[in-house]
C-alpha cells in the first residue's frame, strides 16, 4: 500500500487504503479543522519524531458502554470513597500529566508541544474533554479525548496512583452512557483496557458505527460537517 503525504487541503485518502499496521498517511497539520475531520473519518494522529503520522487501524479497540466491566476490587474502592470525580476541571493538568507520564516500552512521548496545544484549543472549543480523578484535592489520575455526537474518542490516559486511571475511565464511562454516548474509541488495545471490557472490531464496523453516532446527533456537543 501506498503511504500518503498530506499537504495544506483537509483532505484524507480512503482508510482502507492504510498499511496493515494502520498507517495511513503522514504529514499535514493539527489545525481544528483537520483533527475534527479525522476524528469524524475514523482517524488519528499519533507522533514520532516532529512529523505528524495519521492512523487507522484495522481491527479498531473499542468499548460499548454497556459491555463495561467493573472489577469487584473496583466497586470497593468506589465505596471507600478514597477518590473523587470531576470532569473538566483541569484539562490542562491532565493533558500535560499524560505528556510527562513515564511509559513501560516507551521512549518519550508522542504527546508534543503541538498536540498539547491543538487539544487544548479544542478543549477550548467544547470538543476534548477530561476526566479527572482526585485524592485529598490533588490530581492523581485521568484521560482526555474528543466527543463527537454519541462517541467518545479516547486519546490517553496517566495514572500517579493505583486504579486512579481505571477510576476515571471507568466513572466516565457512566457519565457518557447517561448522556447517550454509544461508543468509546479505545483506538489500540491493551490489557488494561481489556479487563475494563474493550474489544476488537472490524474497522469497517467501527466506521459504519461513526457515521450512524456521529450524524444522528442533534445536541451541541455535535460538530459542525467539514469536508
Not at 42 to 68: M, S
Request: glycine share 8%; proline share 6%.
Amino acid at each position: 500500500m501506498p503511504l500518503f503525504a498530506l499537504d495544506h487541503n483537509i483532505v484524507f485518502p480512503p482508510v482502507e487504503l492504510a498499511e496493515p499496521d494502520g498507517l495511513l498517511a503522514i504529514g499535514g497539520d493539527l489545525s481544528t479543522q483537520r483533527l475534527l475531520t479525522a476524528y469524524q473519518k475514523g482517524i488519528f494522529p499519533w507522533y514520532e519524531g516532529e512529523t505528524p503520522l495519521w492512523w487507522c487501524p484495522d481491527p479498531r479497540c473499542v468499548v460499548f458502554p454497556e459491555k463495561l466491566k467493573v472489577s469487584k476490587s473496583m466497586k470497593v474502592l468506589a465505596k471507600k470513597g478514597q477518590f473523587s470525580f470531576r470532569i473538566n476541571q483541569d484539562f490542562a493538568g491532565v493533558i500535560s500529566a499524560c505528556k510527562q507520564i513515564e511509559r513501560k516500552g516507551q521512549d518519550g512521548t508522542w504527546i508534543t508541544d503541538a498536540v498539547e496545544k491543538a487539544y487544548t484549543r479544542l478543549h477550548d472549543l467544547g470538543y476534548a474533554h477530561s476526566a479527572e480523578t482526585y485524592h485529598d484535592g490533588l490530581l492523581v489520575g485521568g484521560l482526555y479525548g474528543i466527543r463527537l455526537g454519541k462517541v467518545f474518542f479516547g486519546e490517553s490516559m496517566f495514572s500517579t496512583q493505583s486504579n486512579a486511571s481505571k477510576f476515571a475511565f471507568i466513572s466516565y464511562v457512566e457519565q457518557l452512557t447517561n448522556e447517550g454516548v454509544q461508543l468509546i474509541d479505545c483506538q489500540v488495545h491493551t490489557p488494561h483496557l481489556e479487563s475494563m471490557g474493550a474489544e476488537m472490531i472490524p474497522r469497517s464496523q467501527f466506521i459504519q458505527l461513526l457515521h450512524q453516532l456521529i450524524s444522528q446527533t442533534s445536541s451541541s456537543t455535535a460538530p459542525k460537517r467539514l469536508p
